[in-house]
């Protein structure tokens, strides 16, 4: 596969990652509700992501695209290193947001995030030992989200890595739209506007969620 084979399926998994943030971030506004209010709609939340055949599917495929994503992110820059030369000097800084040039590392923090995340939420759920159901009988993965987030790390670590996010998505939706062709120079400004108000939306919303549970029960 070439370069630009490559920085296709990039773009078309980050693309679909962004799509599927929206959706998260959406359902996780439940979380701001009344205590028990916000149990019983969370919890229902869940379990209809985790047992509706269709999302069943459409969760096949995300894990399929932050995988690709990942795996094709590591080979384009290691390519791309090679292909300048490990020490070679970068003097792209007058050109470039510092964003742009880091997106190694902003994808790194992210990446660990994520692996966070999935550990502390999507494996207990689905594989650990956990029993607690609410008055509706659905898994208490509201209780599970209260009791993660009394640790201050992990709440630092969340709000840190949405950070890393919103920068990663401001340059990575603008090189998306543009990999996939539908970058025209006459919406230039309007697809880099969007995107950063996507990108400052989203993860405000994201960082504020464990901000909120943390201090409701500090």
């Known amino acids: 596969m070439n370069t630009l084979s490559r ?3 990039m773009a078309a998994t980050g693309l679909f990652l962004c799509l ?27 379990h ?3 047992t509706n055949p269709i999302v069943k599917i459409i969760s096949y495929v995300l894990y399929l695209s932050i995988i ?25 800084g007058r050109a470039s947001k510092w964003y742009s040039r880091n997106m190694g590392l902003l994808g790194t923090i992210v990446l660990v995030f994520l692996v966070t995340h999935f550990a502390n939420f999507w494996y207990i759920y689905r594989f650990g030992e956990f029993t607690a159901v ?12 209260q009791e993660t987030f009394t640790n201050l790390w992990i709440v630092i670590l969340y709000v840190v890595a949405m950070i890393a996010l919103c920068y990663h998505l401001i340059h990575g939706i603008n090189s998306g739209v543009r990999s996939l062709g ?18 400052v ?4 919303g994201f960082a504020l969620m464990p901000l909120y549970m943390y201090f409701t029960q500090n």
């Open 7 to 9: 920085k296709i399926v």
């Open 20 to 46: 599927f943030l929206l959706i998260h971030c959406l359902g996780n506004t439940q979380l701001f509700l009344e205590p028990e209010q916000a149990k019983l709609s969370f919890n229902a939340y869940s």
């Open 48 to 50: 209809f992501m985790t």
């Open 68 to 92: 690709g994503h990942v795996v094709y992110a590591l080979i384009i820059t290691l390519k791309n290193r090679k292909a300048g030369g490990l020490y070679k000097r970068d003097n792209r």
């Open 134 to 145: 609410d008055a509706n009988g659905n898994k208490d993965l509201f209780l599970l989200v």
């Open 182 to 199: 539908l970058f025209h120079p006459k919406f230039v400004r309007w697809i880099n506007v969007i995107g950063i108000i996507y990108s």
């Open 201 to 204: 939306v989203l993860c405000v």
